[in-house]
């Protein structure tokens, strides 16, 4: 079945033009990305693999990458150097093990569970 210049249905005409490039589509560069585990308490902690996709689901930002068996696998963000240096974590040089916002989430779920 060819692709058609543009997508039918019974309310709407829109042009193929108008839709973004495939998700599946390899870097723009070409140069496989990659990324490390590099919170402490994870199981994978040291770990890197290639970077197959960056998004966010339900409000998380995630990473998908194959595992050593093969398997489609996907990780927090925050949990890996994907997402570059958290700006906190950069000015506090180490010495808060808490960020701000995850605190005031914390007392959040606490307030609610009394």
């Known amino acids: 079945m060819a692709r058609?210049?543009?997508v039918h249905?019974?309310?709407h005409?829109?042009?193929l033009s108008l839709w973004s490039r495939l998700s599946n589509a390899p870097c723009e560069s070409g140069v496989r990305k990659r990324f490390r585990v590099t919170h402490p308490f994870h199981p994978l902690f040291g770990s890197e693999f290639e970077?197959?996709?960056y998004r966010t689901n339900w409000g998380e930002d995630r990473v998908y990458f194959?595992?050593?068996?093969?398997?489609?696998?996907?990780?927090?963000?925050?949990?890996t150097d994907a997402a570059g240096i958290d700006a906190f974590v950069e000015i506090s040089a180490g010495r808060c093990f808490f960020r701000y916002e995850d605190l005031i989430r914390l007392a959040d779920l606490l307030k609610e569970d009394q």
């Open 51 to 53: 970077l197959l996709e």
């Open 9 to 11: 249905n019974r309310y």
């Open 66 to 79: 194959h595992d050593s068996e093969g398997h489609l696998q996907s990780i927090l963000a925050g949990c």
């Open 4 to 6: 058609s210049s543009a």
């Open 13 to 15: 005409h829109v042009p």
